[in-house]
């Protein structure tokens, strides 16, 4: 799948036509066509699901906290300064608001304890098909030997040289065998950036293995995704004890490599942020906004929620306190509301060492959701 960005819905890539037109894995029809939309500031279906649907309701949608409405490019037909690269879906955490699409963890999950049973809910990431059950039967080795991973190592080869930066995401990065050697072996130019992605959902041992390995490439930014500390982060990033991903983090700082941190926040995340400002802010930290499943979009909260987060980040720079205000800001509807209820329960019925009682007992009544354990 190919995305003119990495908020927006994904493309098949078309293998036939890559390996006849080598090095315009990017400029496919419909790539081409959305950039000319984005150039006159028009809607196209690609943007819906994070950006327009989030502006609709006066939200602030990863365009506007990005400065996507400001016009940098002028070509359509191009090649790209950064890429945004998914190199495997391998992950060991199943992170509230992710997906079978992006974590190997969610999709055993969905194949093997069934579908979410959600009311009026049409998104394929909850449910499993026969490429699910298949993609868990492809060994990490088998899939690399394959003719189409193959042809999307060229392409970024063939793109490496004219990267101001290339950004690794997964699955979880530190999981795949090949990762130091697929870098090592790109033509990137000394000034290219490397940022890699991670979850920390690794053993420990591994990932100081890593880390070693790490300190000989040039330009390497280690982001660190996490937004809650304690019982919230193992409740949202499922799979990770805080201790463990304490631990990581205190490696990293003592490494020297560059570190900062990503924060998504949705209405599952954003109650504990404030802490994890606190906690880690004397290292910069992104956020972006959950829009994607719409029932964890941040405002799908009750008012008492919506007050408390407010008081919460009352000590915070203004920055945050301005983008966390206006994301909780607007009104959610019943569906959104049922959906989030249905899902909380389901997440944490397959989970036995899960508990709701982290949440604001406000949150949990506005949900219908009654004597939590």
Known sequence: MTYNCH????????????????GQLFNTDVNVHERRQMLTNGRNASCEQNCWAAEDRG?????????????????????????????N????????YCSKEYSSSWRRDVVNQGNYPLTDYTSARYTADNKDRALLEIG???????????????????????????????????????LIDTLKSLPLSNDAVIE?????????????????????IKNVFIVVSGENTGKFLEFNRYGNRYSDFVAK????????????????????????????????????????????????????????????????????PDTYKTMITNSIMAEPTEQQRVNAAEFLLEFVRRRSDLSLSIYPSTFLSWLGINNVV
């Open 196 to 216: 890699i992605y991670t979850g920390l959902g690794v053993d420990y041992r591994r990932f100081e293995r890593i880390v070693q390995e790490l300190k000989e």
């Open 249 to 316: 983090v205190n490696l990293l700082k003592s490494s020297g490599i560059n570190l900062v941190f990503q924060s998504t926040l949705s209405n599952l995340t954003i109650h504990d942020f404030h802490n994890f400002y606190h906690e880690f802010g004397e290292n910069e930290i992104w956020t972006t906004f959950a829009y994607q499943p719409d029932m964890m979009a941040p405002y799908v909260l009750d008012v008492d929620s919506k007050a408390q987060i407010k008081y919460n980040i009352r000590d915070l």
């Open 59 to 87: 939200a602030t949608s990863p365009r506007i906290e990005q400065g996507g409405i400001e016009r940098t490019h002028e070509q359509v037909f191009t090649t790209p300064e950064i890429i945004d690269l998914t190199i």
């Open 140 to 178: 990490q080795r088998n899939l690399k030997n394959t003719q189409h991973y193959q042809l999307l190592v060229d392409e970024i080869r063939l793109l490496a040289p004219g990267l101001k930066r290339l950004t690794i995401t997964g699955g979880e990065p530190f999981l795949d065998n090949s």
């Open 7 to 22: 908020a927006a819905k994904p493309h098949p890539v078309n293998f036939i036509q890559l390996k006849d037109k080598p």
């Open 89 to 96: 879906g391998d992950c060991n955490l199943t992170c509230s």
